[in-house]
């Protein structure tokens, strides 16, 4: 049985809200699920924050017997210093940053 830590869709329309959970690579998306290991937001909220719980005791065991975590889940996993930094985490980062860094110039002509 191969195991993944992945993101199950929750919320409502236009309002987005995930689960982070341990399941069969097989299993459906939102379907049944071996445990329920955290939560996340993607939408900020009033302080422009994405909000994410993990239960790290339960993801680190999950990992050691060989669950395997999907993409979004190691970036998150890697922004909270459980996993090394994702490469996509990077990226994100520098272009982030060169746009921030294009607005200011623009600013100051």
């Known amino acids: 049985m191969s ?3 992945r993101l199950a869709l929750h919320g ?9 959970v341990v ?3 097989e299993w459906k998306r939102d379907g049944k699920h071996l445990e329920q290991v955290g939560s996340y937001d993607p939408l900020p909220n009033d302080k422009n924050e994405k909000l994410v719980a993990f239960n790290l005791d ?3 065991y999950w990992l050691a017997v060989g669950a395997q975590p999907t993409k979004p889940v190691s970036e998150l996993l890697g922004l909270a210093g459980v996993l090394p930094i994702h490469p996509r985490s990077l990226g994100e980062a ?3 940053r060169d746009r ?3 607005s200011d110039n623009g600013e100051e002509s």
């Open 23 to 25: 399941a069969n690579r």
């Open 3 to 5: 195991v993944r830590i």
């Open 12 to 20: 409502c329309k236009n309002r987005p809200f995930y689960h982070i």
């Open 58 to 60: 339960r993801i680190k």
């Open 94 to 96: 520098e272009r982030a």
């Open 100 to 102: 921030k860094s294009q």
